[in-house]
Nanobody, 115 residues
Framework: QVQLVESGGGLVRPGGSLRLSCAASGMILSIYTVAWYRQAPGKQREWVATLTSSGSTTYADSVKGRFTISRDNAKNTAYLQMNSLKPEDTGVYYC?????????WGQGAQVTVSS
């Protein structure tokens, strides 16, 4: 049974950092493209970052230079390191694993950036 479990969300002050985790079970994470998305209140879900199975990364302009996507194959876990957080980074963050014919989503992790 394929399952993605996210953790690491929370409340942080502007300028602070958080690291989100996406632990995969029932699959080998390293063969999938990993992506993070977020959804702010009242807004559509937006793409944040992608890590391909070959190791290439891309980021939305709004997070470039502040966020880092990575994975630990031994732990079968993907991460999103978020630094220099801003109030506009507030939202529910979702991890997504996909390859041709397959797409899996985590349950979401709330990130709130507020003073």
């Amino acid at each position: 049974q394929v399952q993605l479990v996210e953790s690491g969300g929370g409340l942080v002050r502007p300028g602070g950092s958080l690291r989100l985790s996406c632990a995969a079970s029932g699959m080998i994470l390293s063969i999938y493209t990993v992506a993070w998305y977020r959804q702010a209140p009242g807004k559509q879900r937006e793409w944040v970052a992608t890590l391909t199975s070959s190791g290439s990364t891309t980021y939305a302009d709004s997070v470039k230079g502040r966020f880092t996507i990575s994975r630990d194959n031994a732990k079968n876990t993907a991460y999103l390191q978020m630094n220099s957080l801003k109030p506009e980074d507030t939202g529910v963050y979702y991890c997504n694993l996909k390859r041709i014919g397959e797409s899996y989503w985590g349950q979401g992790a709330q990130v709130t950036v507020s003073s």
